[in-house]
């Protein structure tokens, strides 16, 4: 294997895509007006980012008075939190044990500073949501509830049928947000036939810039905002807004959209590869999650016996010039473990490792994963 570095670890984050930089590119040099001045110069910036917002909400099929720019999906997800408590009324929370933490520590925060109740609805054995038990919560309290639930979890890659969960929101009138952060992007949306109140998506995700996301609120919430000192976002979002990762995101759902039937293909083909190579040279090797069933296809989470190799494993893959994650890879520092994995599997001794694939990906990259995994383990 040459010294060239394969990335394995998308789901984390993404490249920027060439295009993507060369949309982004004017407005980091000669069009740096203020999107908020009167003449031209700040118009022409204030009109970039409606058109990125036109261009966004088509795609999603929602409104342009829908869509607003944050700076990523954990504040999209803290800020639908706080308004369905705060300006929706909501007093109690629905999530799940498996949520990202942007949601988890959202919602812990509510509850400790005793502004909800929070009850956690019960997982099936392959780490799906119990929608049964969903809709027994609902129906146990008569109490304003916000429920929470990601669209695919970003450790095992399990999706949610967020029609049907939307459904039984509506039959119980909760508000619905789902952390959409790892499909935004990577399949179609088409929110005017969505039951559901909040989504957000994070540009890094799909060959965008870090720093930008998108939160779209349905057009009959009304909230507050959350950050204030200006009218930037329709008085939504305070603050000078970050103009070319506007931008740069709403050129790279372009893209991923355009390209969404090529590219999805693809990428499923080497998570395919990948699932077949590992069982083919490792024969102790299991899998999280429904891997081949309601699954993201860009995500592989492979668990390999706990040895004093093994226990090394990420280090050595790092070692050799290989990018992949021991579950989540948003806790930087000490890895303490991952909470998806003992929530959906409390008994497992063994060493998770998630591979997530992009378009730039090829099955030479995990030929030569599997080689070093062999000598690893």
């Known amino acids: 294997m040459d010294s060239k570095r394969i990335y394995f670890d998308n789901a984390a984050t ?36 409606e058109n990125a ?37 909501c007093t109690r929370i629905i999530t799940s044990p498996i949520e990202h933490h942007a949601v988890l520590h959202s919602v812990e925060h509510r509850h400790k500073i005793n502004e909800v109740n929070v009850s956690y609805v019960r997982l099936l054995p392959d780490g799906h949501i119990n ?4 809709e027994d919560l609902l129906a146990s309290s008569s109490e304003k509830t916000l429920v929470t639930l990601m669209h695919a979890n970003n450790e095992i890659g399990n999706m949610l049928d967020i029609h049907a969960v939307g459904a039984i ?36 995700k799909f060959h965008g810039p870090k720093g930008v996301g998108i939160l779209y609120i349905n057009e009959n919430v009304k909230i507050n905002p959350l950050v204030h000192g200006g009218s930037q976002e329709r008085n939504m979002r305070a603050g000078t807004e970050n103009l070319y990762g506007i931008v740069g995101i709403a050129k790279a759902l372009e893209i991923a959209t355009e390209n969404y039937e090529k590219d999805s293909v693809y990428i499923n083909g080497l998570k395919s590869y990948m699932h077949e190579q590992l069982i083919k040279n490792i024969p102790a090797v299991s899998f999280n999650g429904d891997v081949l069933g309601k699954s993201l296809y860009t995500v592989l989470s492979a668990n390999f016996p706990s040895t ?16 992949a994650s021991g579950g989540s890879a948003c806790t930087s520092g000490i890895d303490i473990g991952s909470h998806v994995i003992r929530s959906v599997y409390p008994n ?28 690893s383990i």
């Open 308 to 323: 004093e190799k093994s226990e090394m494993l990420l280090f050595n893959l790092d070692i050799n010039n290989i990018c």
């Open 53 to 89: 917002r036109k261009s966004v909400a088509k795609i999603l099929n929602a409104h342009p008075s829908e869509i607003f720019f944050t700076s990523g999906g954990t504040e999209s997800s803290n800020t639908a939190i706080a308004a369905a408590v705060k300006d929706l009324g």
């Open 14 to 49: 993404t490249a920027l895509d060439k295009q993507v930089l060369d949309a982004m590119m004017p407005y980091l040099t000669d069009k740096f007006g203020n999107p908020s001045s009167i003449y031209s110069y700040g118009r022409e910036s204030r009109m970039a980012i």
């Open 348 to 375: 497992s001794n063994k060493v998770t490792v998630r591979f997530s694939f992009c378009k730039y990906n090829t099955k030479e990259e995990i030929d030569a994963v599997v080689e070093q995994l062999k000598s």
């Open 131 to 134: 929608l049964l038990d969903l």
């Open 169 to 204: 929101c509506k039959k119980y009138s909760a508000i619905f947000h789902s952390d959409t952060v790892q499909t935004v992007g990577h399949f179609p949306f088409d929110l005017r036939n969505t039951h559901v109140h909040f989504i957000t998506g994070a540009g890094h």
